[in-house]
């Protein structure tokens, strides 16, 4: 039943905000009674957050498969930022951060969200960097902690001012920088250096 809430919840706070989605519809949508929302979850603004906080762990998880499939670091953070600005529920997420303000009983879950968040992007990152052997100019948990910072503000301020998804998708890969850099090339074979001779031709002791 909670699955069943949070799927019915997760669908309407999307398409019509907090205000505008009522306990009632939210029950009418998962065939339950109202009663039932708030034995699980005591209120429309806690079932909001844990709607939030799930969908963008969600998002996360997709993002990490998308770039499993990168071969070159430029094409890890196109899929990374494309999969995570493209997703409706960031958003949301970025929403119920700002809610907590006012609700300080809502922010352990987002605190729990957050730091998962972080944990695993963090293991993923490196996992990434290990099996392509590539450079990082940042520890694992410092580039995850970036990367979800600056996807929260590229969200809230896209949003806020009417950015499509590619212009914040771009945004955010300017703001990143480099995820990472793929090994050089075997070097190359060092030339042989000719000691030249007064003369202009190479002495006999030239190696």
């Not at 034995?39 to 969908?55: G, I, N, P, Q, T």
């Not at 998002?59 to 930022?81: F, G, M, S, V």
């Not at 060092?190 to 031709?201: C, I, Y």
Request: a positive charge; hydrophobic letters at 45%; one cysteine or more.
């Amino acid at each position: 039943m909670r699955s069943r809430l949070l799927d019915a919840a997760s669908a309407l706070f999307k398409a019509r905000g907090l205000n505008g989605t009522s306990i009632t519809a939210i029950a009418n949508a998962s065939d339950a009674f109202p009663s039932q929302i708030t034995y699980y979850f005591r209120s429309k603004e806690a079932l909001f957050v844990e709607a939030a906080c799930r969908d963008i762990l969600h998002i996360a998880e997709r993002a990490e498969k998308a770039a499993a499939r990168a071969r070159t670091p430029k094409a890890y953070a196109r899929a990374l930022t494309d999969s995570v600005t493209g997703a409706d529920g960031l958003v949301l997420f970025v929403e119920a951060l700002i809610l907590t303000r006012q609700r300080p009983d809502l922010v352990p879950e987002i605190a729990r969200t957050i730091e998962r968040l972080h944990v695993e992007g963090a293991r993923a990152y490196a996992r990434e960097m290990v099996r392509h052997r590539w450079r990082t100019h940042h520890a694992p948990d410092v580039a995850a902690r970036r990367f979800w910072t600056i996807a929260l503000g590229i969200a809230l301020e896209g949003h806020a001012t009417g950015r499509s998804v590619a212009a914040m998708s771009q945004a955010m890969r300017e703001a990143l920088g480099e995820l990472a850099e793929a090994p050089s090339a075997e070097p190359a074979v060092a030339s042989t250096l000719h000691l030249v001779a007064g003369s202009g031709r190479p002495s006999k002791d030239a190696t």
